[in-house]
């Protein structure tokens, strides 16, 4: 059984930096595609950032393009999100979830913020970002 664990959210203020981990256990990952979804209070989830481990191809939603980066370290079975210049409205609780099939573009599923399309999901880690 595949289970997924993130860590590193916390408290930050504005302007800062953290670095999210999405830990695999129970399968390698080397051809899935890995998404980070988050949800702010009162809002939608939505997908910001998936990278395709098999070509390595990445997305970006808009609003964090330039300031995250997502990653992958296959040896650790972990994909990492750095999140740079960080704004108030990033606060929110961060998901990591796995697709292991896909038609057409590898992170479709992200950009359209399908989480429910995903085949394997974290439970979260919560953001703060306040002064």
């Known amino acids: 059984e595949v289970q997924i664990v993130e860590s590193g959210g916390g408290l930050v203020q504005p302007g800062g930096s953290l670095r999210l981990s999405c830990t695999h256990s129970?399968?390698?990952?080397?051809?899935?595609?890995i998404g980070w979804f988050r949800q702010a209070p009162g809002k939608e989830r939505e997908g910001i950032s998936c990278?395709?481990?098999?070509?390595?191809?990445?997305y970006y939603r808009d609003s964090v393009k330039g300031r995250f980066t997502i990653s992958s370290d296959k040896a650790k079975n972990t994909v990492y999100l750095q999140m740079n210049s960080l704004k108030p409205e990033d606060t929110a609780v961060y998901y990591c979830?796995?697709?292991?099939?896909?038609?057409?573009?590898?992170?479709?599923?992200?950009?359209?913020?399908?989480?429910?399309?995903?085949?394997?999901w974290g439970k979260g880690t919560l953001v703060t970002v306040s002064s």
């Open positions: 990278i395709n481990n098999m070509d390595g191809t990445t």
């Open positions: 129970g399968a390698t990952f080397d051809d899935y595609a």
């Open positions: 979830a796995s697709d292991t099939h896909w038609d057409g573009p590898s992170c479709r599923k992200v950009k359209t913020n399908n989480w429910d399309g995903m085949d394997y």
